[in-house]
């Protein structure tokens, strides 16, 4: 079993729709989470983390963490087709950036 | 001004070669990192590297050997390449390895990777 489980995809939603993406981890040592974005040819990029449970919001991002269900989602707002692109769950024991164990990724296309 | 940057973007070469790949990073940063990044887009880690000493040597074949000459640079040698080498190779870099922040993480630079093609 893989630490950290994401849905692959493609995910494909109408513009302007609610997206939500999630992910399901195994260590309940991992504390710390985030969600990167990657573009096609592209190196990830950091969107979001979050510290423990909670939700944390930032625009159209909102990340919540459901560490009793070892459970992680990110909702996006108000789709755009700029949001086109694979997400990636990651997490990490500590706050240091240390090893980061990633999700596999999730292909969202939004359509015009 | 690019913050992490690899050479070379593409890479086909055949089986049984050797060749590297270079990153520098312009951001200060103390630590660097070397992962793969299969077909289905899994993101594995090979190895991190801080101010330049070795400190994450994953399990991966000691074909591939990294060299960090200073803080800024960390290189990947791959030796005798084989068919399953082929992938996208990233680096990163961080900041602040070992001291605790509370909340706060920083998260990895990535660079745009290399696409190692071996036939």
């Known amino acids: 079993q893989k630490e950290v489980e994401q849905d692959p995809g493609p995910l494909s939603v109408p513009e302007g729709a609610i997206v939500s993406l999630n992910c399901t981890y195994s260590n309940s040592a991992f504390q710390y989470f985030m969600w990167y974005r990657q573009y096609s040819r592209k190196g990830p990029e950091l969107l979001m983390y979050t510290y423990s449970s909670g939700n944390k919001e930032d625009g159209r991002f909102t990340a919540q963490v459901d560490k009793s269900s070892k459970y992680i989602s990110l909702f996006i707002r108000d789709s755009q087709p700029s949001d086109s692109a694979t997400y990636l769950c990651a997490m990490s024991r500590y706050s240091s950036a240390s090893k980061i164990i990633f999700g596999s990724g999730t292909r969202l296309s939004i359509r015009p | 001004d690019t913050a992490v940057s690899q050479t070379p973007k593409y890479l086909v070469t055949q089986m049984g070669n050797d060749k590297s790949i270079k990153c520098e990073q312009n951001?200060?940063?103390?630590?660097m990192y070397w992962y793969k990044q299969d077909s289905k887009k899994f993101l594995k880690i090979m190895f991190s590297y801080n101010n330049k000493e070795l400190i994450i040597n994953e399990t991966v074949p000691n074909r591939f050997s990294p060299k960090s000459p200073d803080k800024a640079h960390l290189n990947l040698h791959i030796n005798s390449l084989e068919l399953g080498d082929s992938a996208v190779y990233f680096c990163?870099?961080?900041?602040?390895?070992?001291?605790?922040?509370?909340?706060?993480?920083?998260?990895?630079?990535f660079g745009s990777g290399t696409r190692l093609t071996v036939v």
């Open positions: 990163a870099s961080s900041q602040d390895w070992g001291r605790d922040r509370g909340a706060g993480i920083y998260g990895y630079t």
């Open positions: 951001l200060g940063h103390d630590t």
